[in-house]
């Protein structure tokens, strides 16, 4: 597609529901990151997608936090047992290569009641 | 590992003033450095970006930064700014040989206030 397309652009879950976050890249970008954004916290990483591949995963902030990639395509982030502290919104970016920046999707509003 | 510092986490200024937001980096490799934009309730998009060779770079909407090696500084500015760069400005970091550390590194963003 022309962009990063991401789904749903607004959850509302009860805690300790799982969830599903989508992110559907640039066709062509190899690379695929998940960002989180919380108010006054700026973007923090999660994880990074090369084809398939995650070479980095350091910024999942716990066992409940997990996602995939496939046909090195579509990414899924899958958060477990849902917490207020998940509250945040989700960010997915591609990239062709680091030298190019990223290309950011609208993002996702995750709200945990 | 590296890092970013936006010290200001809100600059105030009236339209048509010049502005500077600051940002400050750590690392211990060569980097690549970007600038990043995003308006209210919309997605960030990219301003402008360091790679080598100049070091001011030139970006969208008037915008333009200065890599200082030695004071591990790029810095943004816009000599006259309009009630629409109202936003938050993000600096980030990347070391340029990738490899499994490759990914931007974030500061904790710039809101950028113009008053008419």
């Known amino acids: 597609g022309a962009g990063v397309s991401q789904s749903p652009s607004n959850k509302v879950t009860e805690k300790g529901k799982d969830v599903e976050l989508r992110c559907d890249p640039i066709?062509?970008?190899?690379?695929l990151y998940w960002y989180r954004q919380s108010l006054g916290q700026g973007l923090e990483f999660l994880i990074y997608?090369?084809?398939?591949?995650?070479?980095?995963k350091s910024g999942l902030p716990s066992d409940r936090f997990s996602a995939e990639r496939t046909g090195g395509s579509v990414s899924t982030l899958t958060i477990q047992r849902t917490q207020q502290e998940d509250s945040a919104v989700y960010l997915c970016?591609?990239?062709?290569?680091?030298?190019?920046?990223?290309?950011f999707g609208s993002g996702t509003r995750l709200t945990v009641v | 590992a590296q890092s970013v510092t936006q010290l200001d986490s809100q600059v105030p200024v009236f339209e048509e003033a010049p502005v500077e937001l600051r940002c400050n980096y750590s690392?211990?490799?060569?980097?690549?450095l970007f600038w990043y934009v995003q308006y209210p309730n919309q997605g960030l998009q990219l301003l402008l970006k360091?790679?080598?060779?100049?070091?001011l770079v030139k970006g969208i909407n008037g915008f333009e930064a200065e890599f200082n090696k030695s004071q591990t500084s790029f810095h943004l500015r816009k000599p006259s700014v309009h009630i629409s760069d109202t936003a938050e400005y993000f600096c980030?970091?990347?070391?340029?040989?990738?490899?499994?550390?490759?990914?931007?590194?974030f500061g904790t963003g710039t809101l950028l206030a113009v008053q008419p």
């Open positions: 970016a591609s990239s062709p290569q680091i030298r190019d920046g990223y290309t």
């Open positions: 690392s211990s490799v060569s980097v690549y």
């Open positions: 360091y790679l080598s060779g100049s070091t």
């Open positions: 980030a970091v990347s070391d340029r040989y990738g490899g499994a550390t490759n990914k931007l590194i």
């Open positions: 997608f090369q084809g398939n591949s995650a070479p980095d």
């Open positions: 066709s062509g970008h190899t690379a």
